[in-house]
Structures are given as structure tokens and as C-alpha cells.
Nanobody, 119 residues
Framework: QVQLVESGGGLLQLGGPPGPPCAAP????????MGWYRQAPGKQRGLVAV???????NYADSEKGRFTISSDNAKNTVALQMNSLKPEDTAVYYCYARRLYKLTYSDYWGQGTQVTVSS
């Protein structure tokens, strides 16, 4: 999926309406955290935001105050609301879920959504 917005434009939400949900394929009771990473061209994939099973959230410094992560435990989904987008937010955004089961962590990744912010 590709999302195109203008710099400073309104609201863009990943993992939720109107776009497809980001749903973990495992039981919610085994999930330790869910979140979003992004990868810009020529750069390594980096953390955008994470929400833990207890509800605590963490954001990369550049996203604090602009992005909001949320989860729906009943549906096993995670969403990312993005405001005040900048051209440097252009990247492929990946949702993930981390499962802890029998002392072993497993990561599950979405296919990625291209977000392009034009100046």
C-alpha cells in the first residue's frame, strides 16, 4: 500500500481505517509488545514507536509529539497516527508484533506501507 501526503498535511493513520489493519497472527496473551519501524532509502530500519503489553509507549525522539501509537487488544491490532508530516518521514513503515512464549521471543512483521511526504 502507498500513502501520499503533503508536508505539514493533516492526519495519516497506518494500521487502521481506512487502510488495512495491522494484526498480530498470534494470541494477544503471548504478545510482549507491538509497534512500528520505518526504513528510508539508503538507511537502516529504525524504531518509530512501540506499545507494550502493559500499555506503556515509547517513541523515537523525532516522532515525539507528532505520532501516536495505539493498540486494540480485542482485535490484536496496532495503529500509528501521524501528524505534521515532514519530507524526512518518507519511508516504508512496517508494523511488528513480538511474542514471548516459553522464554523465546519471536517477531512478526507486516509487509510494509510506503509513505511519501512531498515538500
Amino acid at each position: 500500500q502507498v500513502q501520499l501526503v503533503e508536508s505539514g498535511g493533516g492526519l495519516l493513520q497506518l494500521g487502521g481505517p481506512p487502510g488495512p489493519p495491522c494484526a498480530a497472527p498470534v494470541s494477544i496473551f503471548t504478545i510482549s509488545d507491538m509497534g512500528w519501524y520505518r526504513q528510508a532509502p539508503g538507511k537502516q530500519r529504525g524504531l518509530v514507536a512501540v506499545i507494550r503489553s502493559g500499555g506503556n509507549t515509547n517513541y523515537a525522539d523525532s516522532e515525539k509529539g507528532r505520532f501516536t501509537i495505539s493498540s486494540d487488544n480485542a482485535k490484536n491490532t496496532v495503529a500509528l497516527q501521524m501528524n505534521s508530516l515532514k519530507p524526512e518521514d518518507t519511508a516504508v513503515y512496517y508494523c511488528y508484533a513480538r511474542r514471548l512464549y516459553k522464554l523465546t521471543y519471536s517477531d512478526y512483521w507486516g509487509q510494509g506501507t510506503q509513505v511519501t511526504v512531498s515538500s
